[in-house]
T-cell receptor, first 111, second 111 residues
């Protein structure tokens, strides 16, 4: 059972570079989420999706973009990386049972 | 804006102690409250609480919700070193995408 798969696990970006964090789930879940977690803090919702073709902003969407062309995939795009985006990023999905299943996280450092 | 406050932020106990973690919330359209355990990487689901006064129990862990006073507690009895983790509380809005996490309680259990 793969569950939620995120890639890459680690990445170092220079200021101004762009990248895409990949997320895919094989549980046929409608809901998918992107969170960031700064040291000593909880999870902040960046974007979420309630189904293919539908996305919406969370608490901290600035500097990010998402798309949801299929049920399985929910990539997160950083266009102009800034040091404030240094964080651990988690993708998650949930179905009817409500609880979220998380990927293993991507540790991103912007220098 | 939805808000979740966890206390204490950190806690150090010895094996065998009993601990109580607190979570208070303010949410516009409450659907459920969830507890997660986060060790090295991704959070893993512990409990989902929807109704007041009904205790959820799993081994040495239990949790209860008070929807009138807007809080939940997570109890861990006979703590073990393997219980050391960050415990996250999240509140789910009726819009299933709108989840709000607290900053977590970091529990350290010493042998």
């Amino acid at each position: 059972n793969a569950g939620v798969t995120q890639t890459p696990k680690f990445r170092i970006l220079k200021i101004g570079q762009s990248m895409t964090l990949q997320c895919t789930q094989d549980m046929n879940h409608n809901y998918m989420y992107w969170y960031r977690q700064d040291p000593g803090m909880g999870l902040k919702l960046i974007y979420y999706s309630v189904g293919a073709g539908i996305t919406d902003k969370g608490e901290v969407p600035n500097g990010y973009n998402v798309s949801r062309s299929t049920t399985e995939d929910f990539p997160l795009r950083l266009e102009l990386a800034a040091p404030s985006q240094t964080s651990v990023y988690f993708c998650a999905s949930s179905g009817d049972r409500v609880e979220a299943f998380f990927g293993q996280g991507t540790r991103l450092t912007v220098v | 804006e939805d808000k979740v406050v966890q206390s204490p932020l950190s806690l150090v106990v010895h094996e065998g102690d009993t601990v109580t973690l607190n979570c208070s919330y303010e949410v516009t359209n409450f659907r459920s409250l969830l507890w997660y355990k986060q060790e090295k990487k991704a959070p893993t689901f512990l409990f989902m609480l929807t109704s007041s006064g009904i205790e959820k129990k799993s081994g040495r862990l239990s949790s209860i919700l008070d929807k009138k006073e807007l809080f939940s507690i997570l109890n861990i009895t006979a703590t073990q070193t393997g219980d050391s983790a960050i415990y996250l509380c999240a509140v789910l809005n009726t819009n299933a995408g709108k989840s709000t996490f607290g900053d977590g309680t970091t529990l350290t259990v010493k042998p």
